[in-house]
């Protein structure tokens, strides 16, 4: 491979790298925000402030961690076997 046709691949793949992980942060920043709004809804409709936003909040980033981790951990399967992500 010449030296111009490296620079280009490694280009590639950090700009790759970049936008699956700006993905992730969207990802998680949605999932998040989803479950605070659920929760002030939920304390607005049940009287119970703050008790519900705060649960839904916590609950919300519980499941975008395991989202990241399991997204993360699918794509270093993927590329420890040499594998291209189709997701």
């Known amino acids: 491979m010449s030296l111009p046709a490296k620079k280009k691949a490694q280009y590639t793949r950090s700009l790759n ?49 395991y989202v990241i981790i399991r997204d993360v951990l699918r794509t270093n399967h993927h590329s420890d076997h040499g594998e291209k992500n189709t997701d």
């Open 17 to 65: 790298s970049y936008a699956r992980y700006s993905g992730m942060a969207f990802e998680m920043f949605f999932i998040i925000a989803a479950g605070a709004f659920g929760g002030v809804k939920l304390d607005e409709w049940l009287h119970t402030k703050p008790i519900l936003t705060l649960t839904c909040s916590l609950l919300g980033v519980a499941i975008a961690f």
